[in-house]
């Protein structure tokens, strides 16, 4: 069974840094691309971060350069380090794999960027 469990979000203030986690289990992890995306409150989803077997990574034009996503193999985890944060970067943020054409899903976790 495919799990997938967020942690680490949390309220920030502007210009601060989170890092998120996701622990999985059930799938081969080592062999699966990763992805973060997230959901504002009354906008869809959308895709932030991606990282393939190889290690290649991908990001969305909002937070190119102030994210990083990185994986660990031994462990089964991947993270979102989260950087410079704005208010526009609040949402609920999903661990994200697919396999065979089904998409998989943590349960989330909370980010909020507030003053």
């Known amino acids: 069974q495919v799990q997938l469990v967020e942690s680490g979000g949390g309220l920030m203030q502007p210009g601060g840094s989170l890092r998120l986690s996701c622990a999985t289990s059930g799938f081969m992890f080592s062999l699966s691309t990763m992805s973060w995306y997230r959901q504002a409150p009354g906008k869809e989803r959308e895709w932030v971060a991606k990282i393939d077997i190889l290690g290649s990574r991908d990001y969305s034009d909002s937070v190119k350069g102030r994210f990083t996503i990185s994986r660990d193999n031994a462990k089964n985890m991947v993270y979102l380090q989260m950087n410079s944060l704005n208010a526009e970067d609040t949402a609920v943020y999903y661990c994200?794999?697919?396999?065979?054409?089904?998409?998989?899903w943590g349960q989330g976790t909370q980010v909020t960027v507030s003053s």
């Open positions: 994200n794999t697919r396999m065979r054409a089904a998409d998989y």
